[in-house]
């Protein structure tokens, strides 16, 4: 942007703060997807994801010191990528983190932009939202590999957290939260809950257990405060009831006592470019994006 005329200083006081910060926001999210939104199937595109996986170490290194959790598959070794985050300062240390994670991997053969470049660039927002100002709780970002091999790198680390009896206060793993569709009968559901729950494709997801019932109020409160349509469904215990609930990383976190919720547009009873070549930036809604991260944001700082 070059240097405004008067005309220009003018519209540019009439913007509220609040669309400023929204405006660098999505700009901050898009530049994320632009980098990561490739093929980086652990496998066949490794050139992909070794780039998916330095961008991430990178932009976590601005705000703390990146821990590397190894685990190994088949052989060869994989990584997570850690970045712990304290609370502001007169709050201990002490207490149980929030631990919020996105998976960095694709399966074969597609970019993956919405699953899960999105939750990677919000992921990397709530890092830089969390390391200028602190929340009350000390916040945990995790970046997990191998979701789409059977959640193996989740499942990996939870098994460390248990060995280690670490405590978190809540686990947060985004999932697919850029696709909207405002549409009639654009939104699938699970048999049964098409009852209960908008026709349209232009909400964000809450999906939990029992258990996070009072977080689930909670957050879907304070992300409607900003605007955004949200909806959550507690899955019964360790979504045993609604299987559909189980396809992510907060999954390995139920089957160990943990209370989480997985936060997503809803994936394929969605998104039609889901798993495929055209999973692309374009099919993207940054806007919507830009406010699920938002609605995050002020949810997580509730807690
Ligand atoms: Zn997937």
Redesign the pocket.
């Known amino acids: 942007m070059c240097h405004a005329g008067n005309g220009d200083k003018n519209h540019l006081f009439e913007l509220t703060p609040f669309r400023f910060s929204s405006l660098n926001l999505q700009h901050n999210l898009l530049t994320h997807l632009q980098q990561v939104i490739r093929d980086r199937d652990p496998y066949l595109a490794t050139e992909g994801h070794f780039y998916a996986q330095h961008y991430i170490r990178q932009q976590f290194a601005q705000w703390g010191t990146v821990e590397t959790h190894e685990f190994e598959f088949k052989g060869k070794l994989h990584q997570n990528l850690l970045l712990n985050l304290p609370a502001y300062s007169p709050m201990p240390q002490s207490n149980p983190p929030i631990l919020i994670a996105a998976h960095y991997d694709t ?1 074969p053969g597609s970019p993956g932009a919405d ?2 470049a999105t939750g990677i660039a919000v992921l990397l927002e709530l890092a830089r939202s969390f390391a200028t100002e602190p929340a009350r709780l000390p916040i945990r970002l995790v970046a997990f590999d191998l979701e ?1 091999s059977g959640l193996l790198g989740s499942k990996a680390y939870v098994v460390e957290l248990q060995r280690q009896h670490q405590p978190l206060r809540l686990m947060l793993s985004l999932e697919m939260l850029g696709y909207c569709d405002r549409t009639p009968h654009s939104q699938r559901y699970p048999a049964g809950l098409n009852y209960f729950y908008p026709d349209r494709g232009d909400f964000i997801g809450l999906i939990g257990t029992w258990q996070t019932i009072p977080d689930l109020i909670r957050l879907s409160h304070q992300i409607r405060k900003t605007g955004l349509p949200c909806e959550w469904l507690p899955a019964g215990h360790r979504g045993k009831i609604v299987p559909d609930t189980r396809r992510s990383d907060h999954a390995p976190f139920w089957d160990a006592g943990y209370r989480a919720i997985m936060v997503t547009d809803t994936a394929n009873l969605r998104n039609p470019h889901y ?1 495929r070549r055209s999973d692309r930036l374009e099919t993207l809604d940054l806007d919507f994006l830009t406010g699920v991260c938002r609605g995050l944001i002020e949810g997580i700082r509730s807690v």
Do not use: S
């Open positions: 399966v699953d899960n789409e798993h």
